[in-house]
């Protein structure tokens, strides 16, 4: 009878703690939103395929970094974002963390992401 009463628990409960459950820290972004950021701050770096080709970026030491690459592939979403928030020490990759807002960001991430494939 007690494993009736703790299964009628668990059932009853789990609901409830699956919306108790805090929201991602970083909502998923739209690539469509993102493509125009993209264009206006990454492009000149990054080029317009992410290929780091843009005008500076093929001048940069290193040089910026090719979205399309392996190495590049391999690099988690969050792994994006942080580099993209705080810049990344030896390169001209700055911080762009409250240049963008949380969402813009989202989008521009989930653009370079599209970029990937």
Known sequence: M???YAMMLVTGLLPVLVLLQPASPHAAGDSTKGKP????YCTACHGPQGKGDGPAGKMLKPP???FTRDTSKKKSEANLREIA????PGTA???WKG???QT???D???YVMALRK
């Open 108 to 110: 521009v991430i989930e």
């Open 2 to 4: 007690k494993s009736v």
């Open 99 to 101: 240049q963008l807002s």
């Open 37 to 40: 950021i993209y264009e206006k």
């Open 93 to 95: 990759m700055g911080p």
């Open 104 to 106: 813009e960001m989202s």
């Open 85 to 88: 928030e705080n810049g990344k």
């Open 64 to 66: 910026a970094a090719d």
